[in-house]
């Protein structure tokens, strides 16, 4: 047995499935040993090496489990690196296995040779080494597996050419060797019981609560709804845990922040006490003023507590156990005033949501595209969304119920990983629909060659389906409308215009089907066909850019700004329009209060 067969044997015993990887001489020694293992973890190929990590995140996402991704030394090492770095700042459990030059060569500027150890020091900060000699095995891979699991973040193994094609000996019972053993073993912690005292005193004395849930809460889901009935509470979501609470839940607000909801900028507005659990939520302005709220947090990692606001009471521990400690000590709320508040705002969102993707636009509203689907998804689809305006129309009108998951890049927020996830999801849940909600810039980035993936593998599925749904507005249309918004510039034509491409008519070249959409009265058509299909299917809706993805607490004066750029620079018809805004406000909302002067959702409709 060489170093190589036993690093593969060491993955089954961890229950490693599958490899994410892309070959390369860096990693010859694997590769043959894959080859004499029977493709055991089966090896995954990508694009792109980027594309494996990002695979192996999403199949993390969605399973729980590690995800693992593999490529050579050098270049391949580099460009694993964004897909890793989306896993460490989402908080995803993931080990890069990468080659290196052999050992002779090492210092000699050789071909390929890169300080890899330098290089993933930080996105595998936890726990990154190279492995010199066999006897270091299996302690180094357990350790990697191990700490991703525990630490919930990105480990590393740089294994060079020469020690993948030594003899494998093990560790003996002798002076500095360390043998290793398999395992993580399952803990809770919780908090002690005069801390979770104080913070239900604090729960107990708030009048109107307000929950912000993070994906470190998906295990807890009977628990927070017990929690938000006892205290009368409305519940917002930061967007990865977006799939831990269901959207038809009358008081669940939906996303917060710059891709929020309304109803969750008033839930946080209107709020006197604020429980955070399992979130490590960044933008402040979206949650109350400093001084507005009294403030508890619930968090497994004391390294992220504490972290956003002046938190008055802070519980280390596991949400769901902590959780099942603190509820007997709370009270509940007799007086429902406040929750019948934040349920009237949800309902009006949702109506409001529906009326937007009614709106015309030219060709077609990108709006109504994501709404129309929010009706037809099936209970157990899993839903992916890349970076940027698809973002916004995931967060507010996909409507995550049952047992439907979703996720998207929260803490890194790159372009690229919609598809790859949802093919990563696809190993997972082989039994399960996968659809991808991507723009135009995405899919040309690097989703349109991942249908290659998606071609070579799909039949391997038990339901071949995944969907991937291209919002084709010829524009980079997220960071157009921050320009308009935030710096008043006009879209520049230079960096912003992408050329048109047949996404659909590529699809069909590729074996797998695809049709393009140019009218509103072909959007539910399109997706009964994907849904109903017996493979991967791409749909290309021409969607217009002009459908702003405007946050629903924007200012009148970030109103204004956007409208003096749309209008190239006339800010005298601008001040017109902020006026217009103001005025229909207060003739569709007598009387009502409104914060920092913004307007209400029906206004902004």
């Known amino acids: ?40 973890p089966k090896f995954i190929q990508a694009r792109h090496e980027e594309m494996s990590a990002f695979q192996a ?57 890169v300080d890899l150890l330098s290089l993933y020091k930080d996105v595998a900060s936890d726990f990154c080494e190279m492995v010199t000699v066999p006897e270091q095995l ?9 700490t991703a699991y525990a630490r919930r973040t990105v480990t ?34 919780v908090p ?22 993070g994906q470190g809460t998906r295990g807890a889901r009977a628990e927070v709804e017990l929690l938000a009935d006892t205290l009368g509470a409305g519940v917002a979501k930061a967007l990865l845990g977006k799939d831990v609470l269901p959207d038809d839940l009358p008081y669940v607000t939906g996303a917060i922040g710059l891709l929020g909801t309304r109803p969750s900028y008033e839930l946080m507005q209107g709020c006197d006490t ?39 009471v802070n519980l280390v521990g596991d949400a769901r156990e902590t959780l099942k400690r603190l509820l007997p000590r709370l009270q509940r709320k007799q007086n429902r005033a406040w929750r019948d508040e934040v349920e009237l705002n949800v309902a009006r969102w949702w109506d409001v949501m529906q009326r937007r993707a009614a709106v015309d636009a030219d060709p077609i509203n990108p709006e109504y595209v994501v709404h129309t689907l929010d009706k037809l998804l099936p209970d157990n689809a899993i839903i992916t969304a890349d970076s940027g305006s698809a973002a916004n129309w995931y ?30 999801a696809k190993f997972t849940h082989p039994d399960r629909p996968a659809i991808a909600l991507v723009g135009d810039g995405a899919m040309q980035m690097n989703g349109m060659m991942e249908m290659v993936t998606a071609a070579k593998y799909f039949h391997e599925w038990e339901d071949p389906r995944l969907i991937v749904a291209v919002l084709n507005n010829g524009d980079l249309n997220q960071v157009t409308w921050e320009m308009r918004a935030m710096s008043g510039a006009p879209q520049f034509e230079e960096s912003q215009h992408i050329p048109d491409l047949p996404y659909a008519e590529i699809a069909e070249r590729l074996g797998l089907h695809g049709v393009r959409v140019e009218k509103p009265d072909q959007v539910q058509d399109a997706w ?35 409208a003096t750029a749309i209008l190239k620079g006339d800010s005298d018809r601008a001040a017109v329009i902020k006026q217009g805004f103001k005025a229909k406000m207060q003739e569709m909302l007598p009387g009502r209060r409104h914060r920092h002067d913004r307007p209400g959702t029906e206004a902004d409709h």
């Open 528 to 562: 009964e066909q994907a849904l109903a299909a017996s493979r991967p299917f791409v749909i290309d809706f021409r969607t217009d850019p002009a459908v702003p993805p405007i946050p629903p607490h924007a200012s009148l004066d970030q109103i204004e700004a956007a």
């Open 57 to 113: 995140v999403g199949y993390a996402k969605f399973s729980g489990k590690v995800g693992v991704c593999a490529a050579t030394s050098g270049p391949g090492a580099i460009h694993l690196l964004n897909g890793l770095y989306d896993a460490k700042l989402d908080h995803v459990p993931v080990v890069a296995i990468v080659g290196q030059t052999n050992r002779s060569a090492m210092g000699g500027s050789y071909q390929q040779e």
């Open 395 to 424: 967060a507010r009108h996909v409507r995550l119920r049952g047992h439907m998951r979703g996720s998207l890049s929260g803490t890194l927020a790159t372009m690229g990983p919609g598809v790859p996830y949802a093919i990563g």
């Open 1 to 40: 047995m060489k170093v190589s067969d036993y690093i593969l044997q060491r993955l089954r015993e961890w229950d490693v499935e599958h490899v994410f990887a892309y070959a390369g001489d860096g990693i010859n020694g694997l590769l043959a040993a894959w080859g004499r293992a029977g493709n055991r």
């Open 156 to 189: 590393a193994v740089v294994i060079p050419a020469d020690v993948q094609e030594l003899d494998y000996s093990p560790p003996t019972h002798a002076f500095k060797m360390v043998p290793s053993s398999m395992g993580v073993g399952r803990y809770a912690p």
């Open 274 to 312: 604020l429980l955070m659990i399992g979130s490590s939520f960044p933008y402040t302005q979206f949650m109350p003023e400093l001084d507005q709220a009294r403030a508890v947090q619930i968090d497994i990692d004391p390294h992220m507590i504490g972290l956003r606001y002046p938190f008055e």
């Open 138 to 146: 299996p302690n180094v891979i357990d350790r990697a597996m191990r």
């Open 192 to 213: 002690v019981d005069e801390d979770i005292e104080r913070a239900a005193q604090v729960l107990n004395d708030g009048e109107r609560v307000a929950i912000l849930i």
